[in-house]
């Protein structure tokens, strides 16, 4: 909680132009993130041989943070200015199986052979982003943004090998421990679209609010070496806001919402028809001045 109140002056998503006050409105909020584009699904094999499985889960993140919205009377005065910032952690296993059957010429016996990788994957990851949203009508306004997005995966490996030894028909088993790896990528992006907030009472306690942007992304990878899943990439794709904020007080309104990003890949290994996601319902509470 210490963590959630500090970061109230950082900011998540496109705060609506509904600011409670003219000049400033600090908000603090968290997001339950599903992140598939951290999720290392491409995380190496285990060179095992014929067949295969993997199994990994989306990470899901509590990111935590909050925002700063400013307008002035004086200076672009239908413009108000967002900054953001959340942070969350999580942590999720990555296996990944294999195994191959030896056959030996001339001889009536075979050997079995079977690997298992075991990667507990930490991740820790950062929002930071900026908004101007400008007001077209008591409904629309404009909204343009930058976004960065920073994370990092710290993982050790473990792999165990069985082989059946034909000759003595015992099971051979050695285990390996990799060295602590750190990969990870930074994500630059440019955003722009729409926001309307709509009044759905006479005195506009409460209020729809749906925002929908299209951007531009280039990922860079931090380690190439120890998470070749996150390689240099470029992306195009929405990033969609729906929900509603009910006003408590003259100055304090509490907002729910969910936000997706769809990360359609235009280079790098991905593939355009397979876009990566990041999604989740957030909650905000707001207090203007």
Not at 194 to 205: D, F, G, K, Q, S
Not at 249 to 259: G, S, V, W
Request: with cysteine.
């Amino acid at each position: 909680m210490k963590c959630f109140c500090g970061a109230a002056a950082f900011a998540l998503s496109v705060m609506p132009s509904v600011a409670l006050a003219d000049d400033v409105t600090l908000a603090a909020r968290s997001w339950y993130l599903f992140d598939s584009l951290s999720s290392g699904d491409q995380l190496g094999t285990n060179g095992a041989g014929d067949t295969g499985s993997f199994t990994s889960e989306t990470f899901t993140v509590l990111m935590k943070g909050g925002s700063i919205s400013y307008r002035s009377d004086d200076f672009l005065p239908a413009t108000t200015f967002t900054a953001t910032g959340l942070f969350g952690s999580d942590t999720k296993e990555l296996t990944i199986r294999g195994g191959s059957v030896i056959n030996f010429p001339g001889q009536t016996f075979q050997q079995l052979m079977f690997s298992e990788q075991r990667t507990p994957q930490d991740l820790r990851r950062r929002d930071f982003e900026v908004t101007a949203q400008t007001r077209i009508n008591d409904l629309l306004s404009w909204t343009l943004g930058v976004r960065y997005e920073r994370a990092r995966v710290r993982f050790t490996s473990q792999v165990t090998n069985y082989s059946s030894n034909p000759f003595t028909n015992k099971v051979d088993v050695t285990t390996i421990v990799s060295a602590p790896f750190s990969g990870g990528y930074d994500l630059f992006s440019l955003r722009g679209g729409v926001a309307l907030a709509a009044p759905l009472n006479e005195n506009r306690r409460t209020l729809l609010y749906a925002n929908a942007m299209g951007f531009v992304g280039r990922r860079e990878n931090k380690d190439r070496i120890a998470a070749p899943q996150y390689d240099d990439a470029s992306f195009i794709g929405p990033d969609l806001t729906v929900g509603l904020s009910h006003r408590l007080a003259p100055n304090i309104a509490l907002d729910i919402r969910y936000r997706a990003q769809f990360f359609f890949s235009i280079s790098g290994s991905g593939s355009f028809s397979e876009p990566k996601t990041t999604h989740g319902p957030s909650l905000g509470l707001s207090y203007g001045f």
